[in-house]
């Protein structure tokens, strides 16, 4: 990924962003300095923060990356899947309700989830919520359209 233009984050702009973060995620990212990148090949943008690639924009919403969400734990709009929908899941399949083994409560459709998998808990992508977390779980069905995950483009750059 080419990188276009790279500029640091007003103070106000790193506010407003923590402030999503912790709201939507209850995490609270701390760093010295906040940098958006924009790429020339891609609708990509991503937040570094002290130089990692941890926030992401999908569509107009900012969201933590699979970096990010490792680096944070979030406890909200958390989906867990177990070690049978791991392969799928890291490869950018969407998740299907078989492999859900738990998903938070405060999750809507087209809420943005971070999705991790049971036995350690290590995030594995982002996507995109189909159904309420409570209907998450089940027997058959797609329910969160994948958008980010471990080994693609915005995995692998480093800024």
Same mark, same amino acid.
């Given at each position: ?12 702009? %790193?506010?407003?962003? +923590? ?9 609270? $990212?701390?760093?010295? #300095? ?5 790429? +020339?090949?891609?609708?990509?943008? %991503? ?5 990692? $690639? ?19 734990? $979030? ?17 950018? #399949?969407?998740?299907?309700? $078989? ?61």
């Amino acid at each position: 990924m080419q990188v276009k233009s790279r500029h640091h984050l007003r103070s106000d702009a %790193v506010s407003d962003l +923590e402030d999503v973060l912790e709201e939507q995620l209850g995490v609270s $990212p701390e760093g010295d #300095a906040y940098e958006r990148v924009e790429f +020339e090949d891609t609708d990509w943008e %991503v937040v570094l923060i002290d130089g990692e $690639p941890q926030v992401a924009e999908f569509g107009d919403d900012l969201f933590l990356t699979v970096r990010g969400a490792n680096a944070y734990e $979030p406890e909200k709009r958390l989906v867990t899947v177990d070690a049978g929908a791991v392969s799928f899941v890291s490869d950018g #399949a969407d998740v299907m309700r $078989p492999g859900i083994t738990e998903a938070t409560a405060d999750i809507s459709p087209d809420d943005l989830v971070v999705i991790a998998e049971e036995s350690h808990g290590k995030v594995l992508a982002v996507g995109r919520a189909r159904v309420d977390g409570a209907e998450m779980a089940g027997n058959e069905g797609k329910v969160v359209d994948s958008l980010h995950h471990v080994g693609d483009e915005l995995y692998e750059f480093t800024g």
